[in-house]
């Protein structure tokens, strides 16, 4: 394993000292949380520690919770995805963030990791994120100068980056509460059933959906995917091809057409880009093809 000696690790014990210390150490601090990936990124050499780790962990009283408003749920950031799997609240409002959680690791890796932990570390396989990105998920960013809130389709700019500041520390996830959810959908393709990177991750929601003289017409719809794109990413286009529109197998052929042009696979070590390209498209049609079950 890599030296650590010359890391100086800081373990706050309030939110308020915590972003202070970001403001004085900015884009020298590394932020531990869980860590399930920073200590795996220490182990294999692909983090030189050196400078300053911020441990937040000690702040679960402040950023551990799960909790209902009228119209939003908000969920800390050291939430760890055993709390989210067992979530009673979550299993009604968000159950494909719950089906993301199951597919996050073993139970160890569970019991340990943080939703918090998963958005920032901005990998473009990240389990939580498409189920997120389907939730019309917001993300808090919290500095000295106080919080921040913005939609998680916005904070991915490039592959592994983010838009939050080196002074900022992500305390926050709130979901919109929506009525009359007809489907939330989340699959996960990966070589492996249990605790293997995806190949692909395609989650959606659909609400408002009624029925008409012409069959099933579709209200709203979001949708979310992961190991498509340099970062996880919501299809606008998709969804509004779709939104509005009577259930077809013409709508959901265009729909995946549109896919087809928003999301950019590559080949690598689990898969080929023709693969993932087909494999997104069909979960698309499971998810269309389930709403028609369901209206």
């Not at 939003?72 to 979550?90: C, K, M, N, Q, Y």
């Not at 968000?94 to 901005?122: C, D, K, P, W, Y």
């Not at 690598?268 to 693969?275: G, L, M, N, P, V």
């Amino acid at each position: 394993m890599n030296d650590v000696t010359n890391v100086e690790v800081f373990s706050p014990e309030s939110l308020v000292s915590a972003v202070q210390v970001l403001a004085e150490a900015g884009a020298e601090a590394r932020i531990l949380a869980g860590g399930t990936d920073l200590m795996v990124a220490l182990e294999k050499g692909l983090w030189r520690p050196q400078g300053f780790v911020l441990d937040i962990s000690r702040l679960s009283a402040e950023l551990r919770y799960i909790k209902v408003e009228e119209d939003e749920v908000r969920i800390g950031a050291l939430t760890s995805f055993a709390d989210i799997v067992t979530s009673p609240l979550l299993a009604v409002e968000a159950a494909s963030l719950v089906a993301a959680a199951r597919e996050i690791g073993a139970q160890q890796i569970q019991n340990r990791a943080t939703i918090g932990g998963n958005i920032m570390n901005a990998s473009p396989a990240g389990d939580s994120m498409p189920a997120l990105l389907a939730l019309d998920a917001r993300v808090v960013l919290t500095s000295n100068e106080g919080p921040r809130t913005l939609p998680l389709f916005s904070f991915f700019p490039a592959y592994r980056e983010t838009v939050a500041k080196p002074s900022e520390l992500l305390t926050e996830v709130r979901i919109t509460r929506r009525k009359r959810v007809t489907q939330d959908y989340f699959r996960k393709v990966a070589p492996r059933s249990a605790q293997a990177i995806s190949k692909v991750i395609l989650a959606a929601r659909a609400w408002d959906m009624d029925a008409s003289s012409e069959g099933s017409r579709l209200g709203s719809v979001r949708i979310g995917v992961g190991s498509v794109a340099p970062t996880p990413l919501r299809l606008f286009e998709t969804e509004r091809v779709l939104e509005g529109k009577v259930l077809t197998p013409s709508l959901m052929a265009a729909a995946s057409r549109t896919l087809e042009t928003e999301i950019s696979p590559i080949d690598d070590i689990r898969s080929t880009a023709e693969y993932r390209r087909l494999v997104c498209c069909r979960l698309l049609e499971e998810f269309l093809a389930n709403l028609l079950l369901e209206s």
